[in-house]
């Protein structure tokens, strides 16, 4: 049964960049037809999608963040790590790695798998 485990730090500072990794075991990242995505969520805010790298190495980005975000993988380590430049306590969430048959993840479904999240705070 394929797990993810997100791992980084809870507290950046504004203007820095925000590195997560998304752990992935029981399943291979690189397994037909899964997309790996980050999602986040705000206080009192709903489900935000992020972005999602594919099983073939592809990269899918929001709109509107796709100025700071990069999805990145390693094969060799079955990770997929997510970077957010120059945060601010806006983006202050609990972020979260999901594995999906969808590139794009705005809400839980059954056949989805999702990391139990991490906590990230902005500020100085």
């Known amino acids: 049964q394929v797990q993810l485990r997100e791992s980084g730090p809870g507290l950046v500072k504004p203007s820095q960049t925000l590195s997560l990794t998304c752990q992935v075991s029981?399943?291979?990242?690189?397994?037909?037809?899964?997309?790996w995505s980050w999602i986040r969520q705000s206080p009192g805010k709903g489900l935000e999608w992020m972005g999602a790298?594919?099983?073939?190495?592809?990269?899918y980005y929001s709109p509107s963040l796709k100025s700071r975000t990069s999805i990145s993988r390693d094969t060799s380590k079955n990770h997929v790590t997510l970077q957010l430049t120059s945060v601010t306590p806006e983006d202050t969430a609990v972020y979260y790695c999901?594995?999906?048959?969808?590139?794009?993840?705005?809400?839980?479904?059954?056949?989805?798998?999702w990391g139990q999240g991490t906590q990230v705070t902005v500020s100085s």
């Open positions: 999901v594995r999906s048959e969808q590139i794009r993840v705005e809400v839980r479904k059954d056949n989805d798998v």
């Open positions: 029981g399943g291979s990242i690189t397994t037909n037809y899964y997309y």
């Open positions: 790298i594919g099983y073939s190495g592809g990269t």
